[in-house]
């Protein structure tokens, strides 16, 4: 019988861990799979913890061969396969960003350690918890026995919505519309494009921007999208929970059994050596990607139109800010 899947949860706890842990447990990553799951909180949680795991004992889960819940990060990251990096610190009144930044910089970089020391060489990270994209630069950074091949951030949330919305304005179900793209930081400058998205209307392909109204895409959708996560916390009264777990069990979904023929998803990744479409090395930058036995790559060769790369420069300044805002307060080169 082949090796349980390792798979550790932070902040597990919390909304996004909640909802994440019995999705999990349940063996969506790799149906047939035994999971053994390894919940981090810290300590004040750890009650809470404790009615997480009385619950998943309770699913009678065939899939789940074992729960570690700790609040111990050498206990929690031994010999993970995967790993969702959620937990954080949320921003509290009178703390600017750059507080924030180095409040949540400090969790990952004690967890950016952890993974190096304690996790397999070949762990897959997913980081949800925000500032998502320099959170996983700051575990990269940290992770002296990682490489940039272990990490990344979670832009598929931003890229199922606008799958969604896409699919809402052409009145098709969402797994009609494929290609749509988000790039660069998981914020409010991201840049949901869907100039080569395309839609299966009637049995045939066509492209989307015949579809839709240009000034649309350009206007009312990207900042729907964009701003998509403040609306729902004044509908709930509470952040976007059970579509992040969500997004984030697709992301971990593509990565291990890779992307379908012709089709592209979002996933922010370190930039690689080459500087895909003129974007600089040294930050977690959100791109159209393919993946093919666990190795992902940037689908390259896009046309970039003027529109789009005034949008790309925008989001790339800001997490260039973020990396020197974080390095500075932490101390990294
Ligand atoms: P919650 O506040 O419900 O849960 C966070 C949990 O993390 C808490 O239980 C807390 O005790 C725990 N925690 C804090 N520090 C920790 C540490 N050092 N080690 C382990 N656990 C720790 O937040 P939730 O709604 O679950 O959101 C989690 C994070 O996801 C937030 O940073 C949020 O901004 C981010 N999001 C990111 C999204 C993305 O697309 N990348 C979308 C959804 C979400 O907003």
């Not at 002296?144 to 809402?168: C, G, P, Q, V, Y």
């Not at 139109?305 to 800010?321: C, F, I, R, V, Y």
């Amino acid at each position: 019988m082949s090796e349980p899947l390792r798979v550790l949860i932070t902040g597990a706890a919390g909304q996004i861990g909640y909802a994440l842990a019995f999705r999990i447990a349940n063996g969506e990553l790799s149906p047939g799979k035994k999971v053994i799951l390894h919940l981090l909180e810290i300590t004040p949680a750890l009650g809470s913890l404790e009615g997480v795991v009385m619950e998943l004992t309770d699913c009678a889960f065939p899939t789940l061969q074992g729960v570690v819940a700790t609040d111990k990060v050498e206990v929690a990251f031994k010999d993970i396969d995967v790993a969702f990096l959620v937990g954080s610190m949320p921003r509290k009144e009178g703390m600017d960003r750059a507080d924030l930044l180095k409040a949540n910089g400090n969790i990952f970089k004690v967890q950016g350690e952890a993974l190096s020391n304690y996790a397999k060489p070949t762990v897959k990270v997913l980081v949800v918890g925000n500032p998502a994209n320099t959170n996983a630069l700051i575990a990269l950074t940290t992770s002296s026995k990682l490489s940039a091949a272990n990490f990344t951030a979670m832009t598929r949330l931003d890229h199922n919505r606008s799958l969604a919305e896409i699919a809402s304005q052409l009145k098709v179900t969402a797994d009609k519309v494929k290609n749509v793209i988000i790039w660069g930081n998981h914020s409010n400058t991201q840049v949901p494009d869907v100039s080569n998205a395309v839609v299966e209307l009637d049995g045939k392909t066509v492209k989307v921007t015949e579809k839709i109204d240009e000034a649309y895409l350009k206007g009312d959708f990207v900042s729907k999208i964009s701003l998509r996560g403040g609306a729902i916390i004044k509908a709930r009264g509470l952040s976007s929970a059970g579509s992040a777990a969500n997004a984030a069990i697709d992301h971990v979904k593509t990565w291990i059994h890779g992307t379908k023929p012709g089709e592209f998803v979002s996933m922010a990744i370190p930039v690689p050596a080459n500087q895909p479409y003129g974007i600089k090395t040294g930050v977690v930058f959100s791109f159209p990607v393919t993946v093919t036995n666990g190795v992902i790559k940037v689908v390259e060769g896009l046309p970039v139109s003027e529109w789009l790369q005034g949008k790309l420069k925008a989001t790339e300044d800001e997490l260039q800010g973020e990396r020197s805002t974080a390095f500075g307060a932490l101390g990294l080169a």
